[in-house]
């Protein structure tokens, strides 16, 4: 792959570039510092945005699902309509952008797993929800990928989150050049990652691509756009991964002695039994398609879908296996 553009992301302030949270602190996690210098980075705190100090009264969701108040306890003070008129102006100037990594468990920017109280006191019951402002951006962009801050720990997910954000700024490179020839080479060089993904997203894109109607390129490049996302949205299976390691490994495996064939399908097995991660077999392919010099697959993102420094086999792999 020639140099990735860089994925534009959206960060929650507090993630160590401000202490803007309630308390007056910031967070330090290592898996968002090692993103940082890879990314074109945007910054957001809606709570500061919307007038509540550093550091402030805690707020919270209140109220039953689909309906949760966001509110400030110690005040009384009700900031609903406050954090939606802030979130449709923030979102609708800030661009185009990859993806997000939002602060975990906030009331207004937790993507998931946000308490919604039953009431404002302490000891109510509880549901889980988005966050006020996170519920705009996963509403609102639907093409970006998000995450929080906590799930990243994890090896399969943080790899997940990296591929799509930087696949995502691959293609918005391609489509902002406005040429079908451009689309055509995108999808060229993402086959064996869609394999990977989703065969079915697969087959829809090459159709959109083939593009037997002849549609304006705009109408071909939004559609293509809408379809890849939903392509990767899900980790994929690891029998996939192994059914496109294996594709590849057959472009070269006649030119292998016996012994060589047995220590790549060792290592593919190994990762099949969950004793190493894909960036094993991975790295073994790689080093067998520079020997043999291959160079459809020496272009596929499935092998290098973000910058190698971000690779980190030596991951700890806490709750790594979430297939």
Request: proline share 6%.
């Amino acid at each position: 792959m020639t140099e990735a553009p860089r994925p534009r992301v959206l960060f929650s302030r507090c993630l160590g570039f401000a202490s803007c949270r309630y308390n007056g602190l910031s967070v330090q996690e290592p898996a968002v510092e090692r993103i940082k210098p890879f990314v074109d980075v945007v910054t957001v705190c809606p709570e500061v945005e919307i007038g509540l100090g550093v550091p402030r009264s805690p707020i919270r969701l209140v109220g039953p699902l689909g309906a949760a108040r966001l509110v400030q306890p110690e005040t009384g003070k009700d900031v609903t309509e406050a954090m939606a008129r802030f979130a449709d102006t923030f979102l609708a100037e800030i661009g185009a952008c990859d993806g997000a990594i939002l602060k975990a468990a906030s009331p207004s920017c937790g993507p998931r797993d946000v308490r919604a109280y039953a009431a404002p006191v302490r000891g109510s019951g509880f549901t889980k929800t988005r966050g006020a402002f996170a519920a705009a951006v996963l509403e609102t962009r639907s093409l970006w990928t998000v995450e929080d801050e906590g799930r990243l720990r994890n090896f399969d997910l943080r790899g997940h989150f990296l591929t799509r954000i930087f696949a995502s700024a691959r293609l918005r490179s391609a489509l902002a050049r406005g040429r079908m020839s451009d689309l055509v080479a995108f999808h060229a060089d993402h086959k064996l990652l869609l394999m990977a993904y989703n065969q079915t997203q697969m087959g829809q894109l090459g159709r959109i691509v083939a593009n037997a109607e002849r549609r304006p390129f705009s109408e071909t490049a939004s559609d293509y756009a809408q379809h890849f996302a939903a392509a990767l949205e899900r980790l994929p299976r690891r029998t996939s991964a192994i059914n496109v390691l294996q594709h590849a490994f057959g472009y070269v495996s006649a030119q292998l002695e016996a012994k060589e064939k047995r220590f790549f399908l060792d290592g593919l097995e190994q990762f099949r039994e969950g004793r190493v991660p894909l960036a094993v077999p991975v790295h073994l392919m790689q080093s067998l398609i520079l020997r043999f010099d291959v160079p459809y697959l020496a272009g596929q993102a499935f092998f290098e879908p973000f910058p190698r420094e971000m690779s980190d086999v030596l991951d700890s792999g806490k709750g790594r296996s979430v297939r």
